[in-house]
């Protein structure tokens, strides 16, 4: 899981969601605008339309968090940005991997890394 001081807060989400650029990939859509205040900050969105369950929500959201971790790791963030991942249907059942190459496309196509 992210620290608290890279996690949106809620109007920053809101913001993100209405502002800001989407980029589609096959397992997310992501939502990012410049972030003034400086430094990375990442949500990632499971939508009760989406995943009826709780259950489905919160596994969607630790397999985005656990995909996110490798990018970070060999990656330097070059700007500094506000984005929001929202997960659909596909991404509950492919392996954790193939979402990492996936969010890495998408942050490259988007010149986040």
């Known amino acids: ?3 608290k001081s890279q996690r949106l807060n809620s109007s920053e989400v809101e913001t993100v969601m209405s ?3 989407a980029l589609f990939g096959d397992l997310f859509l992501v939502k990012f605008i410049k972030n003034e205040t400086g430094g990375l900050k990442i949500s990632a969105i499971a939508p009760k339309k989406t995943f009826k369950t709780a259950v489905e929500r919160n596994k969607v959201k630790r397999r985005i968090n656990s995909a996110l971790s490798p990018i970070f790791n060999k990656n330097f963030i070059k700007n500094s940005f506000l984005v929001a991942i929202v997960a659909n249907k596909k991404s509950l ?3 954790i991997p193939e979402l990492s190459s996936s ?8 010149g986040i890394l």
Do not use: T
């Open 1 to 3: 899981m992210l620290p």
């Open 19 to 21: 502002q800001g650029r």
């Open 93 to 95: 059942s492919v392996k």
């Open 103 to 110: 969010l890495e496309q998408i942050f490259v196509k988007g």
